[in-house]
């Protein structure tokens, strides 16, 4: 063999050959990584809009703030009146249809151009199969991933159809809770689907003969393409019986700690983000917590909790029931959970996740970590609503500004910070008129100047609704209103169903993709009508 200076120059120029193949390799990998954390240009395929949860569509160029006053509306899809429900199914749009889920159970594929139906899955023949009642409204949001679409359920189910004709792939319970339901929108990573799993026991505690609680919420992983689960992470430890309560009903505890929200993802570690809730019974658990899994595994890298003990269900604000929420007698019935999805993103070279709570406050930490970083009271007194005061839904981060919305904060405020210290950069309060012109005028008993949504900007844009029924376009470098849309209104339908808008929804927010927004407004408060809320979409002339 040659030891000379030739196989030096040779050996030189084969570790340049190799280290090269290896950077083009490596910089092919984040770039197939890149297809799917993000998507394709006037794509909005998932509610975070990507794996960081940034909620910004920064690919919009046809509405700016010059062109904005334009937007007119263009369709508006009926759903039918059913009692009680508060739908906030946020649309995905991909390859020019737009999914979404539907009040009485069914899952809607439509042009989203022009709103006409290309296909509908109704779940209850799934839900039949598995001896369980049909249905109520589909409140996850979609997420679109090749040609499969994703969603849960308000029975604990998730499901996976194909995305050009509505056949079911797969469905899978995700917890045998008769109260179960998946809130939260699914995140879909190489080759996983993340979502959490949530809970209607709170509410059932109106009935103080219930025997509260047996539920605790959970992180699941299932394989996206057999449904097959790979990991649960439990939010507290399995409830058990401690007694009764003062009508002989069984008491059980610890319970609650559900998954309300969409998780987010630092694909550089393989972190996965969710934040929890609070309580029902008991005082045990990742109680309001934001937590960072293994996305791989499962396994816990870190846990800062925000505020513990917080114990509390729907028991807790009837008059007179105080022996139904023992926290009551200490103060710590807050309702102070994670409701809102976190936002990935980077302060100089140093990764951080940001994420808001019902108590107002927006909290920043190391993504490695756990670290606190910053956090930001956006709520004076937090206590005056509990978590019906703070930041209920989402957040969005457009590269230069944090913004977040506050809910019955007296009145609820849109904010700009800055992401790497957290200082207010402007504010902008629900506005003062909102409640006194368009449909909600007419009912000031109802109507309250409040945020309701989660954050969405686009280029130069915030999108906002309220309760008022007003769907708002903030710039985003002054919080001035650019444009607003009354959404409380008879519409007449693509789909021939009724519709009467009413406040704009909640569980998701409006979504920006192809030069069209599109939004639910179908949520509390329901302003009297005896049709059904509307999906609306919007479009420049």
Same mark, same amino acid.
């Given at each position: 063999?040659?030891?000379?200076?030739?196989?030096?120059?040779?050996?030189?120029?084969?570790?340049?050959?190799?280290?090269?193949?290896?950077?083009?390799?490596?910089?092919?990998?984040?770039?197939?990584?890149? *297809?799917?954390?993000?998507?394709?240009?006037?794509?909005?395929?998932?509610?975070?809009?990507?794996? *960081?949860?940034?909620?910004?569509?920064?690919?919009?160029?046809?509405?700016?703030?010059?062109?904005?006053?334009?937007?007119?509306?263009?369709?508006?899809?009926?759903?039918?009146?059913?009692?009680?429900?508060?739908?906030?199914?946020?649309?995905?749009?991909?390859?020019?249809?737009?999914?979404?889920?539907?009040?009485?159970?069914?899952?809607?594929?439509?042009?989203?151009?022009?709103?006409?139906?290309?296909?509908?899955?109704?779940?209850?023949?799934?839900?039949?199969?598995?001896?369980?009642?049909?249905?109520?409204?589909?409140?996850?949001?979609?997420?679109?991933?090749?040609?499969?679409?994703?969603?849960?359920?308000?029975?604990?189910?998730?499901?996976?159809?194909?995305?050009?004709?509505?056949?079911?792939?797969?469905?899978?319970?995700?917890?045998?809770?008769?109260?179960?339901?998946?809130?939260?929108?699914?995140?879909?990573?190489?080759?996983?689907?993340?979502?959490?799993?949530?809970?209607?026991?709170?509410?059932?505690?109106?009935?103080?003969?219930?025997?509260?609680?047996?539920?605790?919420?959970?992180?699941?992983?299932?394989?996206?393409?057999?449904?097959?689960?790979?990991?649960?992470?439990?939010?507290?430890?399995?409830?058990?019986?401690?007694?009764?309560?003062?009508?002989?009903?069984?008491?059980?505890?610890?319970?609650?700690?559900?998954?309300?929200?969409?998780?987010?993802?630092?694909?550089?570690s393989g972190t996965l983000y969710v934040g929890t809730g609070q309580n029902y019974t008991g005082a045990a658990g990742d109680t309001d917590s934001v937590l960072a899994l293994n996305?791989?595994?499962?396994?816990?890298?870190?846990?800062?909790?925000?505020?513990?003990?917080?114990?509390?269900?729907?028991?807790?604000?009837?008059?007179?029931?105080?022996?139904?929420?023992?926290?009551?007698?200490?103060?710590?019935?807050?309702?102070?959970?994670?409701?809102?999805?976190?936002?990935?993103?980077?302060?100089?070279?140093?990764?951080?996740?940001?994420?808001?709570?019902?108590?107002?406050?927006?909290?920043?930490?190391?993504?490695?970590?756990?670290?606190?970083?910053?956090?930001?009271?956006?709520?004076?007194?937090?206590?005056?609503?509990?978590?019906?005061?703070?930041?209920?839904?989402?957040?969005?981060?457009?590269?230069?500004?944090?913004?977040?919305?506050?809910?019955?904060?007296?009145?609820?405020?849109?904010?700009?910070?800055?992401?790497?210290?957290?200082?207010?950069?402007?504010?902008?309060?629900?506005?003062?008129?909102?409640?006194?012109?368009?449909?909600?005028?007419?009912?000031?008993?109802?109507?309250?100047?409040?945020?309701?949504?989660?954050?969405?900007?686009?280029?130069?844009?915030?999108?906002?609704?309220?309760?008022?029924?007003?769907?708002?376009?903030?710039?985003?470098?002054?919080?001035?209103?650019?444009?607003?849309?009354?959404?409380?209104?008879?519409?007449?339908?693509?789909?021939?169903?009724?519709?009467?808008?009413?406040?704009?929804?909640?569980?998701?927010?409006?979504?920006?993709?192809?030069?069209?927004?599109?939004?639910?407004?179908?949520?509390?408060?329901?302003?009297?009508?005896?049709?059904?809320?509307?999906?609306?979409?919007?479009?420049?002339?």
């Amino acid at each position: 063999m040659k030891t000379g200076p030739g196989a030096v120059r040779f050996g030189t120029a084969l570790v340049a050959l190799l280290t090269a193949l290896v950077l083009l390799a490596a910089t092919n990998g984040a770039g197939a990584q890149d *297809a799917e954390a993000r998507p394709k240009a006037g794509d909005w395929s998932s509610w975070q809009y990507d794996a *960081a949860g940034s909620r910004s569509n920064d690919e919009e160029s046809r509405i700016t703030p010059a062109s904005v006053g334009g937007l007119g509306l263009a369709w508006a899809f009926g759903h039918p009146k059913v009692p009680g429900v508060y739908l906030g199914s946020q649309p995905a749009v991909v390859d020019g249809t737009l999914y979404a889920g539907g009040a009485e159970g069914t899952f809607q594929a439509l042009d989203a151009k022009t709103g006409a139906a290309r296909w509908t899955f109704d779940l209850a023949p799934v839900a039949g199969a598995h001896s369980v009642a049909a249905p109520d409204p589909v409140r996850s949001g979609p997420a679109v991933q090749g040609n499969t679409v994703y969603f849960g359920d308000n029975r604990g189910y998730l499901y996976a159809l194909d995305r050009r004709t509505g056949a079911l792939r797969w469905s899978l319970r995700l917890d045998q809770h008769p109260l179960a339901q998946i809130t939260g929108s699914p995140l879909v990573h190489d080759g996983l689907v993340y979502v959490g799993v949530s809970s209607r026991e709170s509410g059932a505690t109106f009935n103080l003969s219930y025997p509260c609680c047996t539920f605790r919420g959970s992180v699941v992983a299932v394989d996206a393409e057999t449904g097959a689960l790979a990991w649960r992470y439990w939010t507290t430890p399995e409830p058990q019986r401690v007694g009764s309560w003062p009508n002989g009903a069984d008491r059980s505890e610890p319970s609650g700690v559900a998954v309300w929200s969409s998780p987010v993802l630092d694909r550089e570690s393989g972190t996965l983000y969710v934040g929890t809730g609070q309580n029902y019974t008991g005082a045990a658990g990742d109680t309001d917590s934001v937590l960072a899994l293994n996305a791989r595994t499962g396994e816990l890298r870190w846990r800062s909790q925000e505020a513990f003990p917080d114990t509390f269900t729907v028991a807790c604000n009837i008059p007179g029931a105080d022996a139904y929420c023992p926290s009551k007698a200490d103060g710590t019935d807050h309702d102070w959970d994670f409701g809102a999805s976190a936002n990935v993103f980077s302060i100089g070279h140093r990764r951080v996740v940001g994420i808001g709570q019902k108590n107002g406050v927006y909290h920043v930490y190391d993504a490695l970590t756990g670290a606190k970083v910053w956090d930001r009271a956006l709520v004076a007194d937090p206590h005056t609503q509990g978590g019906s005061s703070g930041i209920e839904w989402g957040t969005s981060y457009d590269g230069t500004r944090l913004y977040a919305a506050t809910w019955f904060a007296g009145p609820g405020t849109l904010s700009a910070l800055d992401p790497a210290t957290g200082a207010v950069l402007w504010q902008t309060e629900s506005p003062a008129d909102g409640c006194q012109w368009g449909g909600s005028a007419g009912y000031p008993q109802l109507c309250q100047r409040a945020f309701t949504p989660a954050v969405t900007t686009s280029p130069g844009l915030v999108w906002e609704g309220s309760t008022d029924g007003k769907l708002r376009a903030f710039s985003a470098s002054t919080g001035a209103v650019l444009w607003q849309y009354d959404a409380v209104r008879d519409y007449t339908t693509v789909n021939g169903v009724p519709a009467h808008g009413t406040a704009i929804s909640g569980g998701g927010g409006a979504v920006v993709a192809d030069g069209m927004v599109y939004v639910q407004a179908a949520y509390y408060p329901q302003y009297p009508s005896d049709a059904g809320g509307a999906l609306l979409a919007f479009s420049l002339p």
